[in-house]
């Protein structure tokens, strides 16, 4: 569990409806939506190349997994690292510090 | 100001007529069906204000023939202008008198190489001067080669010889060559450094011109011109993708002293693709995004620390995400293509939650027919809740 009050962040996708933040505010979680087309600002953005990568170097190593599908994904999600999660917050922090600079005009 | 030379069927001529260029020379060997585009040519004279009407001279046509400035990527010029700016800026110096040369200064002697490059820079912007076939080596004499160059410009084949010029030109404006065919010398009305070479028909004296073209394309010329776009990219990114015509007539007010700058979207996608930007990236990150939203998001999202912020997203796991499409191996070993698995694959969604705490927090994966539904969405904020410390 986290240690402290968290946010959930997720984006304006058609699956993200009303509904899914009444449930949010009733059972109250915290979320903040990003702004349109900020894929760039969405941490977990690059955590899913690095997904594919594992997707496609388990499928490369054993071609089982072609027939389990579940396994697959369970154990591509495993050779997640935290540092590649903390690369990508890195990242995302990089983003926001630049949006935050003041603006140089030429 | 740098030179086309190419061959071009008398025939071709109507695309000049179609494509409003000016046009000023004579031409020494008349072709057969001359005297049909030559009618038509003085029609359209007719229309045109202080335009000479052509006339015949023992056998020798001399024509001078000026029509209204268009760009190439429009074949004909109809209805109102994509690019009304760069029109306005344009016609005034087109349609001057002082442009248009007398047909005498265009007949050169077949030695006088140095004279016809002097000639030729001398020549106004928006010219073409037409060359008979007997003295088109002059051309290739030139004491500038550079001078000469290899821009592409539109509905003519750009070519030295008459040889590659029978090989037909890309982008279906296929001539043949006819018996009498004469040889122009233009000078185009944008800068060719801007323009894609024709690396594949350019005679192997060239290369190095080409070399030099795409050196130029990247690192002389075009700093002004890709910061123009990357900035129009960066501060009207919405105008950018709707509107390539805002972006060329942004870029003609701002760069109004070269007004016969003209800017085609395959050089504008050539140079965003150079800086990582494809047209498909900018479509998804850039088309509906707002500096000022993304500003105000920033600083919520700084005021948030970096661990209690928890991300999620969903992501769809195809079979084409399974195979290795070019194949790998070790050095010095046989690469082993997995071929396509004749069993059919799940198609997957995967929605996963990471922190900068715990990793992955949590990922739920669903085979799905089509997409995912807010059912599924709500189902992983169920599992999600239990475990975060709301």
């Known amino acids: 569990m986290q240690p402290d009050a968290c946010v959930v962040l997720y984006d304006n996708a058609g699956i993200h409806d009303q509904r899914g933040d009444k449930y949010m505010q009733v059972n109250g979680i915290h979320f903040l939506r990003l702004p349109p087309y900020s894929a760039n600002l969405q941490p977990i953005e690059g955590i899913f190349s690095y997904l594919k990568k594992h997707v496609l170097s388990l499928v490369y190593d054993d071609d089982h997994y072609l027939d389990q599908p579940f396994h697959l994904m369970a154990a591509a999600v495993s050779m997640l690292t935290a540092g590649q999660v903390a690369g990508q917050f890195s990242r995302v922090s990089h983003e926001i510090a630049k949006l935050l600079a003041p603006v140089v005009h030429m | ?390």
């Open chain 2, 1 to 390: 100001m740098p030179l086309v030379c190419c061959q071009i069927a008398v025939s071709t001529l109507e695309h000049l007529e179609a494509c409003h260029w000016h046009v000023h020379g004579k031409i020494m060997h008349s072709g057969a069906g001359h005297s049909d585009w030559l009618s038509r040519a003085n029609q359209n004279c007719s229309a045109v204000r202080n335009v000479p009407r052509l006339d015949s001279n023992r056998g020798r046509v001399d024509f001078r023939w000026a029509g209204s400035f268009g760009f190439g990527a429009q074949s004909k010029f109809t209805g109102p202008s994509r690019f009304p700016s760069q029109m306005q800026l344009a016609r005034p110096s087109v349609l001057a008198p002082s442009t248009i040369r007398s047909a005498n200064e265009t007949v050169w002697p077949a030695d006088s190489a140095t004279a016809l490059s002097a000639a030729l820079r001398r020549q106004s912007k928006y010219h073409a001067v037409l060359i008979s076939a007997s003295d088109r080596h002059v051309v290739s004499c030139a004491d500038d080669p550079l001078h000469v160059s290899l821009a592409r410009f539109p509905s003519l084949h750009v070519t030295t010889s008459a040889r590659e010029a029978k090989r037909g030109c890309r982008g279906g404006n296929r001539f043949v060559v006819p018996a009498s065919c004469a040889f122009i010398v233009v000078t185009p009305p944008q800068p060719p450094l801007l323009r894609t070479s024709h690396a594949a028909t350019a005679p192997p004296s060239y290369l190095p011109l080409i070399r030099a073209y795409r050196a130029c394309l990247l690192s002389v010329l075009l700093p002004q011109l890709t910061r123009a776009i990357l900035t129009l990219v960066e501060k009207e990114p919405a105008v950018f993708l709707r509107d390539h015509v805002d972006l060329l007539v942004a870029l003609s007010l701002d760069y109004h002293e070269s007004d016969h700058r003209y800017v085609s979207t395959a050089a504008v996608y050539r140079i965003l693709r150079f800086h990582h930007h494809t047209r498909k990236k900018i479509e998804r990150l850039y088309a509906e995004r707002s500096l000022a939203a993304q500003r105000a998001f920033a600083v919520l999202y700084d005021e948030i620390p970096l661990r209690c912020v928890v991300s999620v997203d969903e992501t769809h796991t195809a079979g084409t995400d399974m195979y290795q499409r070019y194949g790998r191996s070790q050095r010095n070993v046989a690469c082993v293509l997995l071929d396509r698995d004749t069993r059919p694959i799940a198609r997957t969604r995967t929605m996963m939650a990471v922190s900068l705490t715990h990793g992955v927090l949590w990922s739920q994966t669903v085979i799905v027919g089509s997409a995912q539904t807010a059912d599924d969405w709500r189902l992983f904020l169920q599992y999600l809740h239990a475990q975060m410390n709301t």
